[in-house]
């Protein structure tokens, strides 16, 4: 009997990491990057080359498919409320777990003394932030002052990350007043969003199309949407055909990733986890009490039925992937697909729902943003009110609906959340080494919440999840 896409995928994803770890261990890591990575990467291309016009003619079919505007209205305040409660409440965990380990305080004393220090010199350098967040002072003590002396020097010849720097510009094009990412939203040339895949702009052109079509009659929209459906269903048909190949795919991707970090030392992995040992198990307990925690919560309070066990399992394939690829647009194929064929939802409510939640519903991502800062700024001595911390929630939510457009919108997003803060977003430098394991891990978290998500939406509309079987 031929194993299930899961198995499949599981398997591939096992054997990618079996193979690198040993072509690691033989010296063969230059092999895999060149003759075996470059097949990972032609599988991320093909689903991201599927995710915009999937995205566009998913949405218009999905809003014309609801019938009527009164019905739009209703299933996207239902959809907005859950992706922004969710996200709030996973930013809340992040902060509740990261205060209860205080990761940032594993270090040693010295280490975070010499850190502070560092904090304190960059606020007298930097124009705009006045004094430290927790209003002390230790370049004030006198017992410091050689200790500042040598960091001052060491700052001195110390030159930026160039990688680092062109992150941080990315993010400060970004930044704008609190309803910036409404006006990104809107495209002035529609074609340059689908060449820049700006996907708030995508989904925002879909939603307009979609609502004219149903103010026309039925006559004169009939021959478009039933264009745009069959579009939709051929690149639906895509996906089918990719996936066919996923398990083989998975394999080159994950070997590719493992030999990239660990060259041809494989106790560089280990390395690289013992050095953010408390950061990283911080982040990935936050991200595992989301998926096994709230989201069977929120589904049981929400839907009346225990069918969390029957959800995890429809929507692993997509799991698997997010975890491969470490990205939610480029996984939307396959969660459409999951979420419509394997837990019912209709094609009107997935096509509607999910791509939005991809690009705007990033729990996983929100709740790394929270503990990487609270790490950060525990492991430079910078302790942070109530009150601060609790903008982090606002601060975080704005960042992850206002960057969703925006290349490595983690990092990205978590620049913006620092700044905001008063904090140094060079400190991002600290969580680099473990951000692509971490993303691979938070990326998993977001697709179980844009489904989990669609899945509640369906149910309050009267769908039937899971037809045919008892809840």
Request: aromatic share 8%; glycine share 8%; charged share 15%.
């Amino acid at each position: 009997m031929k194993p299930s896409l899961p198995v499949r995928i599981l398997i591939g994803l096992g054997a990618g990491v079996l193979w690198a770890v040993l072509s690691s261990t033989l010296g063969w890591s230059a092999f895999t990057i060149d003759w075996i990575a470059p097949f990972g990467d032609i599988f991320i291309n093909l689903l991201k080359l599927i995710a915009i016009p999937l995205v566009l003619f998913s949405i218009i079919s999905g809003v014309s498919g609801l019938g009527d505007v009164a019905k739009l209205g209703r299933t996207g305040a239902r959809m907005l409320l859950l992706y922004l409660g969710t996200t709030v409440v996973s930013i809340s965990l992040g902060l509740l777990v990261v205060n209860l380990i205080s990761p940032g305080a594993w270090a040693e004393d010295a280490q975070r003394l010499r850190n502070r220090i560092d904090y304190e010199l960059w606020v007298q350098e930097t124009p705009g932030v006045a004094k430290p967040k927790d209003g002390r002072c230790m370049i004030c003590d006198p017992a410091n002052s050689a200790l500042v002396a040598e960091v001052a020097m060491a700052r001195k010849t110390s030159p930026p990350d160039p990688a680092l720097m062109g992150k941080v510009e990315q993010a400060k094009n970004v930044q704008g007043g609190p309803l910036q990412f409404l006006v990104d939203m809107v495209p002035s040339n529609i074609f340059l969003s689908f060449n820049n895949a700006l996907m708030l702009q995508v989904i925002f052109f879909a939603l307009f199309f979609g609502v004219v079509l149903l103010m026309l009659p039925a006559a004169a929209a009939g021959p478009t949407v039933a264009l745009v459906n069959s579009l939709n269903e051929v690149f639906m048909k895509m996906v089918d055909v990719v996936m066919r190949a996923a398990p083989y795919f998975v394999f080159a991707l994950m070997a590719g990733v493992v030999s990239r970090i660990a060259g041809d030392d494989p106790a560089a992995v280990a390395q690289l986890f013992k050095s953010l040992a408390g950061y990283s198990i911080t982040v990935v307990l936050g991200l595992v009490i989301m998926v096994f925690v709230i989201y069977p919560a929120v589904m049981m309070l929400l839907t009346r039925r225990n069918v969390y066990r029957r959800f995890l399992k429809a929507i692993s394939p997509a799991q698997l992937l997010a975890f491969s690829t470490s990205s939610s647009a480029a996984t939307l194929p396959v969660t459409m697909e999951c979420v419509e064929d394997r837990i019912g939802v209709s094609k009107s409510t997935a096509s509607f729902v999910l791509p939005i939640g991809a690009t705007v519903n990033m729990d996983g991502t929100s709740l790394y943003q929270a503990v990487a800062v609270i790490f950060l700024a525990q492991f430079h001595l910078v302790d942070l009110s109530l009150g601060q911390q609790l903008g982090v929630i606002l601060t975080a939510t704005l960042a992850s609906i206002g960057a969703a457009a925006v290349p490595s919108a983690g990092l990205i997003t978590l620049f913006i959340v620092l700044a905001g803060l008063g904090l140094d977003p060079a400190w991002i430098a600290i969580i680099l080494p473990v951000d692509r394991i971490l993303d691979m891990c938070r990326t998993v978290v977001n697709v179980t919440g844009d489904a989990a998500c669609c899945s509640i939406v369906a149910h309050s509309q009267g769908e039937r999840l899971f037809p045919g079987e008892e809840g």
